[in-house]
Nanobody
Framework: LQLVESGGGLVQPGGSLRLSCAAS????????IGWFRQAPGKEREWVSC????????NYADSVKGRFTISRDNAKNTVYLQMNSLKPEDTANYYC????????????????????WGQGTPVTVSS
């Protein structure tokens, strides 16, 4: 099972980025996928999640209304569209797959997920 994040970079406040999480080695369309982030010196935090079919999505309050999670099961990829970025969004962003039943439904805790990718860095700065 492998998850690979991409799409991070440097962006000015108010800008946008789209992150991708490409999966391989497992039945991707059976699993909920989550996005997480970890800022320097801080603990990793849950950001968003999509159910296996994409019909249910959840967001942390800090990103609600600015970030949108989506998935393309034909491409084994989950996306995180990030708009109106703020300096406090600066972090390394990770995706992970649900690791406990029901695998298809979102979890709201870090411990609900496993098989972390290596992350992609996002820096929001002028």
């Amino acid at each position: 099972l492998q998850l690979v994040e991409s799409g991070g970079g440097l962006v000015q406040p108010g800008g946008s980025l789209r992150l991708s999480c490409a999966a391989s080695g497992f039945a991707f369309d059976y699993y909920a996928i989550g996005w997480f982030r970890q800022a320097p010196g801080k603990e990793r935090e849950w950001v968003s999640c999509t159910s296996s079919g994409g019909g249910t999505t959840n967001y942390a309050d800090s990103v609600k209304g600015r970030f949108t999670i989506s998935r393309d099961n034909a491409k084994n990829t989950v996306y995180l569209q990030m708009n109106s970025l703020k300096p406090e969004d600066t972090a390394n962003y990770y995706c992970a797959a649900k690791n406990r039943s029901p695998f298809s439904l979102c979890g709201l805790r870090l411990e609900d997920f496993d098989s972390w990718g290596q992350g992609t860095p996002v820096t929001v700065s002028s």
